[in-house]
């Protein structure tokens, strides 16, 4: 009788205390593989932050230190602007609507609309053509080390659903009362939102796509939000494609 019963017992499968207790369980897993997935990606996005926009800003401002000019500016008659040696405008004065220098990057530019301004070469004392990266190694400045030898300006990284994604650094001049960042600034292209959002935070200390050192390119005044997120995705993309990028501008402090 009492073995009949224990049979009829343990056919009747599980008691709702223990599907409770399943449940629990199974959430106490889930929730660990989120929050080490959420670790694994800020932990990326520090490193981007630390060794790559950081770097790079130090770069610049070692450079400028040295030189007392900024990137592609000239030695003779500095104009204090990235590039300034190809400003063909005004020399003093309303500098908000005039027509600014091309952007300087490396040895190739990001693809399509992603730069505004277009790459652009520096010309050195002698008159030689020279991008960011020979006019840097030119001076003895350390590059930061991205994506290799020759790639110092790239930086390769996996987006939230697993596909490359590749940041690129340029700088430019923006004209006064340009909204994303007036003067001379870092121009990273390839963002994903949230890596833009928490670079961001990162270098500000308050996310804000128009306001602080770090803004979206392209932005208008008082908009807070990056307006997008990692569920958009590239045109032509599939929902589990490259998620689609933006493109930010980093204020340097000279």
Same mark, same amino acid.
């Given at each position: 009788?009492?073995?009949?019963?224990?049979?009829?017992?343990?056919?009747?499968?599980?008691?709702?205390?223990?599907?409770?207790?399943?449940?629990?369980?199974?959430?106490?897993?889930?929730?660990?593989?989120?929050?080490?997935?959420?670790?694994?990606?800020?932990?990326?996005?520090?490193?981007?932050?630390?060794?790559?926009?950081?770097?790079?800003?130090?770069?610049?401002?070692?450079?400028?230190?040295?030189?007392?000019?900024?990137?592609?500016?000239?030695?003779?008659?500095?104009?204090?602007?990235?590039? %300034?040696?190809?400003?063909?405008?005004?020399?003093?004065?309303? #500098?908000? @609507? +005039? /027509? $600014?220098?091309?952007?300087?990057? *490396?040895?190739?530019?990001?693809?399509?609309?992603?730069?505004?301004?277009?790459?652009?070469?520096?010309?050195?004392?002698?008159?030689?053509?020279?991008?960011?990266?020979?006019?840097?190694?030119?001076?003895?400045?350390?590059?930061?080390?991205?994506?290799?030898?020759?790639?110092?300006?790239?930086?390769?990284?996996?987006?939230?659903?697993?596909?490359?994604?590749?940041?690129?650094?340029?700088?430019?001049?923006?004209?006064?009362?340009?909204?994303?960042?007036?003067?001379?600034?870092?121009?990273?292209?390839?963002?994903?939102?949230?890596?833009?959002?928490?670079?961001?935070?990162?270098?500000? %200390?308050?996310?804000?796509?128009?306001?602080?050192?770090?803004? #979206?390119? @392209? +932005? /208008? $005044?008082?908009?807070?939000?990056? *307006?997008?997120?990692?569920?958009?995705?590239?045109?032509?993309?599939?929902?589990?494609?490259?998620?689609?990028?933006?493109?930010?501008?980093?204020?340097?402090?000279?």
């Amino acid at each position: 009788m009492t073995h009949s019963l224990q049979q009829r017992r343990s056919s009747q499968g599980f008691t709702l205390v223990e599907m409770a207790i399943v449940m629990v369980i199974i959430g106490v897993i889930l929730a660990a593989v989120m929050i080490g997935r959420d670790t694994q990606k800020n932990a990326e996005y520090l490193r981007i932050k630390q060794t790559f926009v950081n770097q790079w800003a130090l770069s610049y401002n070692t450079f400028v230190q040295r030189y007392g000019f900024p990137l592609g500016d000239q030695m003779d008659a500095p104009k204090l602007m990235v590039n %300034g040696s190809l400003y063909s405008g005004p020399t003093g004065g309303d #500098l908000s @609507g +005039v /027509t $600014a220098p091309l952007a300087l990057c *490396g040895p190739a530019a990001p693809t399509g609309s992603k730069l505004t301004r277009g790459n652009a070469k520096a010309k050195d004392a002698s008159g030689t053509e020279k991008h960011v990266l020979e006019i840097l190694q030119s001076a003895g400045v350390e590059l930061p080390r991205g994506r290799g030898k020759g790639l110092e300006d790239k930086y390769a990284y996996l987006d939230t659903n697993g596909n490359p994604q590749e940041l690129q650094a340029c700088f430019q001049w923006n004209p006064p009362g340009t909204v994303s960042g007036a003067g001379n600034v870092m121009v990273i292209t390839g963002l994903t939102p949230d890596l833009a959002r928490n670079l961001d935070n990162g270098l500000d %200390g308050v996310i804000n796509a128009s306001a602080g050192t770090f803004r #979206l390119e @392209g +932005v /208008t $005044a008082n908009v807070v939000d990056w *307006g997008a997120n990692n569920q958009t995705m590239l045109s032509g993309s599939t929902a589990d494609g490259q998620v689609g990028t933006l493109t930010a501008h980093y204020r340097m402090n000279q």
